[in-house]
């Protein structure tokens, strides 16, 4: 039995996106049932959430769709045949292994991230990505450690960190970067393309 509470999205399918193993990495989870997403089920929470709020052009989730925009480079539209094939060709996952609380107004706690990390070290295992990108500053702070690297990301916007980690365990051998949480106010999706792309042009060249 594995040692996390939710299931990745695409676990045990062998995707890429724009050549290259990608995991996404959010923060957390929120019980919260009047959103659509049951709450009986938590193995697979993860894959129902993608797959309402994601995949689905039937409404536009401020999470998904800045996320969708900030990695693609292209406009989340209702109309748009592009998000099912996103999702499909990549790997979503969030860090907190457990219910943080019923509304996103709640944070995870230092020891809610600390209780995670085998979780996290055993999702790279399972999903052996070749890229992690994580979606948020907080998750970035508190997250396992990895192995500082040298490749630095001159395309990030000003005054972000620029720094990047190497997650290396097994056959596990992934770079890792963040941008801002794409539910933060102001978060301005274009603002990370270049970023995004220079981080996976770097993990394709390595």
């Known amino acids: 039995m594995p040692i996390w509470t939710f299931d990745p999205w695409n676990l045990g399918n062998d995707v890429r996106y724009d050549g290259v193993r990608l995991l ?19 193995r697979d929470w993860t894959a129902t959430a993608v797959t309402h709020w994601g995949r689905s ?52 706690t230092q020891a809610a991230f600390r209780r995670s990390q085998a979780a996290f070290w055993a999702m790279l295992r399972a ?29 990030a916007p000003a005054g972000v960190h620029r720094a990047t980690e190497w997650y290396r365990a097994d056959e596990v051998d992934a ?13 301005m999706p274009k603002e990370w393309v270049p970023m995004i792309r220079e981080f996976l042009e770097a993990v394709r060249n390595r």
């Open 127 to 155: 999903i052996k990505p070749e890229a992690v990108l994580v979606l948020g500053r907080a998750t970035w702070r508190n997250m396992a450690d990895g192995e500082q690297s040298s490749i630095e990301l001159r395309e």
């Open 175 to 187: 770079l890792a970067a963040h941008i801002r949480h794409p539910s933060s106010p102001g978060f």
């Open 24 to 42: 996404l990495l959010g923060e957390s989870h929120y019980d919260d049932a009047e959103e659509g997403v049951p709450s009986e089920d938590p």
């Open 57 to 108: 052009p039937s409404r536009r989730q401020k999470f998904f769709a800045n996320t969708f925009e900030a990695v693609s480079g292209r406009e989340w539209t209702r109309d748009s045949g592009d998000l099912k094939p996103f999702w499909d060709s990549l790997y979503f996952a969030n860090y907190v292994q457990e219910y943080v609380g019923a509304t996103a107004h709640i944070r995870p």
